[in-house]
């Protein structure tokens, strides 16, 4: 149990255009979703907080403009790079808690999906 | 900010050692946790420690926790080629988690 998917799982654009990216509870629901960015030999650091059916919550720095999210459903959220550019290339990591209340998932266990790594050139 | 720190950065073993990870964070929490990492890949969960327990097991991982240093340390016992990881220390701040800036660790066969 606790799987959590991404797609895709790499992607390279040009310069300008606009990737989406998903990110998917597949067994479990989850009204929390969690966006990180990781660059290379780094740590993870959240970009925003997805809430199903309310608006993200972006730390400090991120540009809700650029790193459009919705959490349409119980299962689903998504992330949309807007006009991207080269140094928006890096590995986007996605995370989901699992709903309160469920009985196999510790306290603020997150689940991870495999990540997807972006190349703008 | 309220990224802890971890040591060593980077640490490489014979196989059938242990590898000893260290964790330092900076406010109070509620509970610290690991996660491993294989390269290219997501976080896997290994193991939960709670802000009122000291030690904690889980097959070949032994987890401490002092709250009144503000560290953790990981022991991973009789390592094998397939631990070959980074490890991620991470607390957990109301609803986000803050991790920190990870060992990586490469055992050797």
């Known amino acids: 149990g606790a799987v959590v998917s991404q797609h895709p799982s790499r992607v390279i654009c040009k310069s300008g255009t606009s990737v989406k990216i998903e990110c998917r509870s597949l067994d479990f629901q989850a009204t929390t979703m969690f966006w990180y960015r990781q660059f290379p030999k780094k740590s993870l650091m959240l970009m925003a907080t997805s809430n199903e059916g309310s608006k993200a919550t972006y730390e400090q720095g991120v540009e809700k403009d650029k790193f459009l999210i919705n959490h349409a459903s119980l299962t689903l959220s998504t992330l949309t790079v807007t006009s991207a550019h080269p140094e928006d290339s890096s590995f986007y990591i996605c995370?989901?808690?699992?709903?309160?209340?469920?009985?196999?998932?510790?306290?603020?266990?997150?689940?991870f999906g495999p990540g997807t790594r972006l190349l703008v050139l | 900010s309220q990224q802890g720190e971890e040591d060593p950065q980077a640490l490489s073993i014979q196989e059938g050692e242990n590898a000893t990870m260290n964790c330092s964070y900076k406010?109070?929490?509620?509970?610290l946790q690991w996660y491993r990492q294989n390269s290219g890949r997501g976080l896997v969960h290994l193991i939960l420690i709670r802000s009122n327990e000291r030690e904690k097991h889980s097959g070949r991982l032994r987890v401490t926790l002092d709250t009144s240093k503000k560290s953790s340390s990981l022991l991973i016992t009789a390592s094998r080629a397939a631990d070959t990881a980074s490890y991620f220390c991470a607390t957990l701040y109301g609803n986000k988690l803050v991790f920190g800036a990870g060992t990586i660790l490469r055992v050797k066969s």
């Open positions: 995370s989901a808690k699992a709903t309160s209340g469920t009985s196999w998932s510790l306290e603020g266990t997150q689940y």
């Open positions: 406010t109070s929490i509620n509970n």
